[in-house]
């Protein structure tokens, strides 16, 4: 639902832009594929993971690259947790306000490793959803407090969780 809560608060936007930080299939369980697809979205998505790349094509059952299935994202596959943002985000012209963060990592803790992470100095989002994973192990309650904690100091006002796993949050002066 993370996509049907960035279109109520951003009022059903046309042509956005996201950062999708833990994409996994561009179609299935996707937090960005709707707003792509169907509100002309563009934007970032980023996994460690290759399997829509020609090499694992035949693996997975498809003869659809993740270009094909998603034409308007650019697709990065790298360890999120090494990624320098700054320079990420420069190199592929990213605006400074944002409409949708997306963080979603497995392990969870490298969630919040990425939070951390990001330039958020630098860039605005009007609508992020952290997966805090607060119900799956002992760190899931720390990962939420420190993320809560953390975003609060940076501007954002957190909404709501669902399911003790997903956290959403908006910056109040963007949304």
Same mark, same amino acid.
């Given at each position: 639902?993370?996509?049907?809560?960035?279109?109520?608060?951003?009022?059903n936007? $046309?042509?956005? #832009?996201?950062?999708?930080?833990?994409?996994?299939?561009?179609?299935?369980?996707?937090?960005?594929?709707?707003?792509?697809? =169907?509100?002309?979205?563009?934007?970032?998505?980023?996994?460690?993971?290759?399997? #829509? =790349? =020609?090499?694992?094509l035949?693996?997975?059952?498809?003869?659809?690259?993740?270009?094909?299935? !998603?034409p308007?994202?650019?697709?990065?596959?790298?360890? @999120?947790?090494?990624i *320098?943002y700054? @320079?990420?985000?420069?190199?592929? $012209?990213?605006?400074?306000?944002? *409409?949708?963060?997306s963080?979603?990592?497995?392990?969870?803790?490298?969630?919040?490793?990425?939070?951390?992470k990001?330039?958020?100095?630098?860039? $605005? #989002?009007?609508?992020?959803?952290?997966?805090?994973? =607060?119900? !799956?192990?002992?760190?899931?309650?720390? !990962?939420?407090?420190?993320?809560?904690?953390?975003?609060?100091?940076?501007?954002?006002?957190?909404?709501?969780?669902?399911?003790?796993?997903?956290?959403?949050?908006?910056?109040?002066?963007?949304?």
């Amino acid at each position: 639902g993370q996509d049907k809560f960035v279109r109520e608060m951003l009022k059903n936007k $046309k042509n956005g #832009f996201f950062i999708d930080i833990g994409c996994y299939q561009p179609i299935t369980i996707s937090n960005t594929y709707l707003l792509e697809i =169907e509100d002309g979205w563009t934007g970032i998505g980023i996994d460690i993971m290759d399997h #829509f =790349e =020609e090499s694992n094509l035949k693996e997975n059952n498809s003869s659809k690259h993740w270009a094909d299935l !998603r034409p308007n994202t650019k697709h990065i596959i790298a360890d @999120a947790v090494s990624i *320098d943002y700054s @320079a990420l985000f420069k190199l592929h $012209k990213v605006p400074s306000i944002v *409409d949708y963060l997306s963080l979603d990592i497995e392990p969870p803790d490298a969630t919040l490793k990425v939070l951390f992470k990001l330039p958020l100095d630098d860039y $605005k #989002f009007r609508v992020i959803t952290f997966e805090t994973d =607060e119900y !799956r192990d002992s760190n899931g309650r720390y !990962r939420e407090e420190k993320s809560r904690e953390y975003l609060k100091t940076k501007g954002y006002k957190y909404i709501k969780t669902i399911n003790q796993q997903d956290d959403f949050y908006i910056h109040p002066e963007l949304v």
